[in-house]
């Protein structure tokens, strides 16, 4: 057995487009996570290199706001989000340091290609603008064009690659 | 009337408590569903576990018709809710990549952080990750800019793009999530572990799939494109109730009901 057995998909999916639209419904907006990063970058660079922040041309977008570059409506669902995956980890007993990989793989091996996956997933979620949530959820659920196609892009780079890293998972 | 804040019903202070609130609700159901785990995550790929396309449609579909449904009754403007703009080529590219960012690091931007507070250390390195990656592209973007901004279409919704009206849309929405659901759950027999699929009862899913396509249907039916150009022709009665709505805010509600106000810098996500 690879993973214990999980709420069922179906009732989690409902309990989810629920939260969207209560986003929808009281912020005009929908969910979103990853220019959290961006913004943390933002602010990492407005720290050390002020100049550069402002001059910068994509990081200044985020700078140049009359609040500071963390004081956003989805950093600070990034950090709820964190809070109730917690919550939800504790009272089922989840809770457990370790590095998820497959029997045929090493600890470092895994956390190389996690280090890998994530530069490429920040950089693509910038150039999309937005990832899984904040464009395929969100978008898709407004019927918005782009992020329909986005959606299906997401899975045919994942089905056209997950061959070269199936010793990672299997 | 929604949306609220955008009515003034609140302020920004406000708006982030709310953020809080709405993300601790994001962050358990996704780790209710296991997606704190990179190998749940990805066994999508390898055909044995769909639970992330089961997640997502579902979500897509039911928050869908939520907005359409709400649309029709009067209580959202969806005029005033957000639309990622499309810039095709773009979003082309940074699926196809943000795709094979997935299945490496095993995570998704969201889910990697659900996964990083229960404990796996590979998630945190995923998030240090997304950092790096954001800081190249933001150092490479003068290079960048053009392909950045390629493909501009505007912010269209399907009906734009197919020239179908938006509940016809939706029933081919839910007709395509069904579809999909009867074909998956046939693969994950083939190639799934029976130990870890979920259980649920064949009549509770012929139900769920019967009341999503009805939905669908009474939509395509009532074509709610139709109804809200209707309301806003007998519009006069529209922003009485809305000052109505707002008079019991202090007089900041005024100002932030004018176009000035909306939020554009990064609502995307």
Not at chain 1, 21 to 37: I, K, N, Q
Request: some cysteine; proline content about 5%; aromatic content about 12%.
């Amino acid at each position: 057995m690879m993973y214990p057995r999980y709420a069922n998909p179906y009732v989690i999916g409902v309990l989810l487009g629920l939260v969207l639209l209560f986003a929808f419904y009281t912020m005009g907006r929908g969910l979103g996570s990853s220019s959290t990063f961006a913004r943390v970058v933002a602010a990492g660079v407005a720290l050390t290199a002020p100049d550069h922040a402002k001059k910068a041309p994509y990081l200044s977008k985020y700078v140049s706001q009359k609040r500071p570059p963390l004081m956003s409506w989805l950093v600070f669902l990034t950090l709820g989000a964190g809070l109730g995956g917690l919550f939800s980890a504790f009272i089922s007993n989840r809770i457990k340091g370790e590095v998820v990989r497959g029997p045929s793989i090493g600890v470092s091996a895994r956390l190389w290609l996690a280090l890998a996956g994530g530069i490429l997933s920040g950089f693509a979620a910038r150039l999309a603008r937005g990832c899984t949530s904040g464009q395929a959820l969100t978008g898709a659920a407004e019927l918005a064009f782009g992020s329909w196609i986005f959606m299906f892009s997401i899975f045919a780079g994942a089905y056209a690659t997950a061959y070269f890293f199936r010793k990672e998972w299997l | 009337m929604g949306p609220l804040y955008k009515l003034g019903w609140f302020d920004f202070a406000y708006s982030l408590q709310m953020a809080a609130l709405t993300g601790f609700l994001f962050g358990f159901v996704l780790e209710r569903a296991g997606f704190g785990n990179a190998r749940k995550l990805t066994a999508i790929f390898y055909l044995r576990d769909f639970a992330v396309l089961k997640v997502m449609f579902t979500a897509i579909v039911v928050c869908m018709l939520g907005l359409l449904y709400f649309s029709v009754f009067g209580w959202l403007d969806l005029s005033r809710v957000y639309l990622l703009p499309t810039h095709i080529w773009p979003q082309i590219a940074g699926g196809l990549i943000l795709g094979i960012g997935f299945v490496m690091g095993g995570y998704c931007p969201t889910t990697s952080v659900v996964a990083t507070v229960s404990g796996k250390l590979d998630g945190l390195i995923f998030i240090g990750g997304m950092i790096l990656g954001s800081f190249i592209f933001a150092e490479l973007f003068p290079l960048l800019e053009g392909f950045y901004e390629a493909g501009a279409m505007g912010a269209v919704r399907l009906s734009n793009v197919l020239k179908i009206n938006a509940g016809i849309i939706a029933l081919l929405v839910c007709l395509m999530a069904v579809g999909a659901y009867g074909f998956v759950e046939k693969v994950e027999q083939k190639f799934g572990d029976r130990d870890t699929l979920p259980i649920g009862s064949k009549r509770m899913k012929r139900t769920g799939a019967a009341l999503l396509v009805l939905f669908g249907l009474i939509l395509a039916i009532i074509n709610p494109d139709r109804i809200v150009a209707e309301r806003a022709k007998t519009a006069p009665i529209l922003p009485e109730r809305r000052s109505e709505a707002v008079k019991p805010v202090p007089p900041k509600a005024e100002k932030s009901a004018t176009p000035g106000f909306v939020i554009v810098e990064d609502e995307g996500c």
